[in-house]
């Protein structure tokens, strides 16, 4: 061991027996601790929900979009689903027939505008049509239009068609086979219908298709599956990504996370000024030994570094027990479900805890090089000290 560090760690043991340099001490590392454990289990708290929130991203998204760079359908489709059914890892394609329209009661006495398109898994397709084909619509839109299952409603397109009487809207009538309730994350849209219906609303034949979208068997893959499509297809189509589609609900989690951090960790901040009081009072009260040492040959470097030590070794016990702390803290209430949410406002039945090592470690490197940085000050007063003034200075 450097005599250094014999000395440092002797100022940190001996302080043991001096109560107000103790007490400062102790105030250091609890202050420091405190901070981390809060910076831990803030961070985890918010990664528990970002990543509930992330895994319905990927259910409930598509997790790859292929769509046409310039215009409202794509050139050559049929190559397309070729290229995307050879996909490694692909589990399902399916074509988007979607528009704009409005969809009205059987009556006609209400009306809402609504985005439709073609049931994304097909299962309205397989349904059987007693009198009228099934739609699948939102409970919002339901709630406008008083529209219950079973009841006859009509879906008019903005697709006008010529008749005897000059251009009409395309309109069909369908009978309402479920009332989805629509998720916050839910890109749905108002209306699904069955393949062939939504053909007819948006004047897409044969295999025509507005974009393609696929689901994966892992979502994890997107970003590579997405470079391999993009490989294979022309310049004319455009390949998205889960991720790319919800860019802007992924920056605002990032954000959220980094002001958390920014804001948490000013607590380890103010524990900062405790280390550097404390240093601070140390270097006064060892003036008289900082003057023996440099007298002994001691370089002013090897007496900043006593201090800095005394720093590193603050941090060290006060980071570490408040990573253990955080981290224990943590794990404990997401396994105990310790925070119950009301079911019936918010899709978890509690508040989930996720320990990220990254984040972790970290917030470790952060609560480390603030405390060492805190003695930077004080380590430098006691180098410039002059052994003659520090003999004088301390009788």
Do not use: C
Not at 164 to 178: D, F, H, Q
Not at 246 to 275: G, H, Q, Y
């Amino acid at each position: 061991m450097k005599f250094e560090s014999f000395v440092a760690f002797r100022y940190l043991s001996a302080s043991r027996r001096r109560a107000h340099v103790a007490l400062i001490s102790t105030i250091s590392v609890a202050g420091l601790a405190v901070g981390v454990a809060a910076l831990v289990i803030s961070l985890s708290l918010l990664s528990g929900f970002q990543d509930r929130i992330r895994a319905q991203m990927a259910d409930r998204t598509p997790h790859l979009r292929i769509s046409p760079v310039r215009g409202d359908r794509l050139g050559d489709p049929a190559r397309v689903r070729r290229v995307v059914e050879s996909l490694p890892g692909v589990r399902s394609v399916s074509a988007v027939l979607d528009g704009r329209g409005w969809l009205a009661d059987g009556a006609g006495r209400r009306m809402a505008p609504v985005r439709y398109r073609n049931a994304p898994d097909g299962s309205l397709d397989s349904v059987p049509a007693a009198s009228f084909p099934p739609a699948r619509i939102g409970s919002a839109t339901a709630a406008r239009i008083e529209a219950e299952p079973g009841s006859p409603v009509r879906l008019i397109s903005s697709r006008q068609t010529l008749s005897p009487i000059g251009p009409i809207p395309v309109s069909v009538v369908v009978r309402v086979a479920e009332i989805r309730r629509s998720a916050t994350l839910e890109k749905a849209s108002d209306v699904e219908v069955p393949e062939e219906v939504a053909r007819r609303l948006t004047g897409l034949s044969g295999d025509s298709a507005r974009a393609f979208e696929a689901r994966l068997s892992d979502p994890k893959d997107a970003d590579r599956a997405a470079a391999w499509l993009a490989s294979r297809l022309s310049p004319a189509e455009r390949v998205e990504t889960w991720r790319d589609l919800n860019a802007p609900l992924s920056f605002a989690l990032r954000l959220e996370k980094a002001v958390i951090f920014a804001t948490v960790a000013l607590v380890i901040v103010v524990a900062a000024l405790n280390i550097v009081s404390n240093i601070a009072l140390l270097v006064v009260e060892k003036k008289r030994d900082l003057g023996v040492l440099t007298s002994m040959g001691a370089p002013p470097r090897s007496l900043a570094r006593i201090y800095l030590t005394l720093g590193a070794a603050i941090g060290a016990l006060g980071t570490g027990g408040g990573v253990l702390v955080g981290v224990v803290a943590s794990v404990l209430l997401d396994r105990f479900h310790a925070v119950p949410l009301p079911g019936d406002v918010y899709l978890l039945s509690h508040v989930p805890f996720a320990v990220h090592p990254l984040e972790v470690l970290a917030i470790s490197v952060f609560a480390f090089a603030t405390a060492v940085g805190a003695a930077l000050l004080p380590a430098r007063a006691a180098a410039r000290l002059a052994p003659g003034e520090a003999v004088r200075l301390s009788r």
